[in-house]
């Protein structure tokens, strides 16, 4: 079974930068999509970024438009999220997640995505 690992987050002053990694074991993942979700305190689940499997399209939640930033490594092994111009309401706990689709058609809505990490930390405070 995949399963899925997230790293680099950590504690941030706002304005700064992290680059969280998503790492698959058993799996590599460029034959589907790729999807970074965030939970928020107080807030539903969103969606935040998501990789076209087997192409570099993406696409971003409303909110992090033009601060962050997703790729994919060569060897089609890890996913990453640049997040930049980081806010206090950016915190929160980061998960990555495969769909069963190629595409990024629905996101962000999850109900594609069927596997999921335990998610990393994500702090921004001054």
């Known amino acids: 079974q995949l399963q899925l690992v997230e790293s680099g987050g950590g504690l941030v002053q706002p304005g700064g930068s992290l680059r969280l990694s998503c790492t698959a074991s058993?799996?590599?993942?460029?034959?589907?999509?790729i999807g970074w979700f965030r939970q928020t305190p107080g807030r539903r689940q969103q969606g935040v970024s998501c990789i076209f499997g087997r192409d570099s399209r993406s696409r971003y939640g409303d909110d992090v438009k033009g601060r962050f930033f997703i790729s994919r490594d060569d060897a089609g092994n890890t996913v990453y999220l640049q997040m930049n111009n980081l806010r206090p309401d950016d915190t929160g706990v980061y998960s990555c997640?495969?769909?069963?689709?190629?595409?990024?058609?629905?996101?962000?809505?999850?109900?594609?995505?069927?596997?999921w990490g335990p998610g990393t930390q994500v702090t921004v405070s001054s």
């Open positions: 058993r799996a590599t993942l460029d034959d589907n999509a």
């Open positions: 997640a495969r769909s069963n689709r190629i595409d990024c058609r629905y996101f962000p809505a999850a109900g594609d995505f069927n596997s």
